[in-house]
C-alpha cells in the first residue's frame, strides 16, 4: 500500500471549508487573494503582499482556517519578516499575529512604527507580479 504525498500547506484545518478539497471558503476574501497590491512572495503555503488596509507587509495561509500547523506557521512568519525587513530594514518591525479585520482565515502583518498613519500618508503600492520591484501608485 502506498500513501499520499504529504501536502505542503497541511492538513485541512478545522473550520475549513468542507465542501473545497483545497480548503477555501469562496466567500472570504484572503482565499480570493486579489492581486490588487504589491505581492512580495507566493509558495503552496502562502502569499505575502502589502496588506489594502494598512500597506504593511502580510503573510496569508492558502487555507482557509486560523490553525496551521506549527512547521508551516514557522515558514510562514519566516517569509513575512523577510518581506518586512525588506520593506523597513533589518529589525525595521515587528510581526502581529492578530486577525483583527478577518479573523476566520490566519494572516499576519509585519508593523513598524508608522503602520497606523501609513495607509493615509504613503500612496498605495500596485501589483506587478511576484518578487518584482515594489511600486506605488
Known sequence: MTSAAPNAAGPV?????????????????????????????????CWVADCEVCATPMVVWKRHG?????????????????????????????VDQVMRQIPGHFHAHYRDADWMSRRWNEPPSRYTGVGTTRVTR
Open 13 to 45: 484545518p478545522s473550520g475549513a471549508a468542507a465542501s473545497d478539497p483545497a480548503g477555501l471558503d469562496p466567500d472570504c476574501e484572503l482565499c480570493e487573494a486579489a492581486r490588487f497590491t504589491h505581492w512580495y512572495f507566493e509558495d503552496e503555503l
Open 66 to 94: 486560523t490553525d496551521p500547523p506549527a512547521p508551516a506557521l514557522e515558514a510562514m512568519l519566516a517569509r513575512l519578516t523577510e518581506a518586512g525587513e525588506q520593506r523597513f530594514g533589518p529589525n525595521g518591525g515587528i
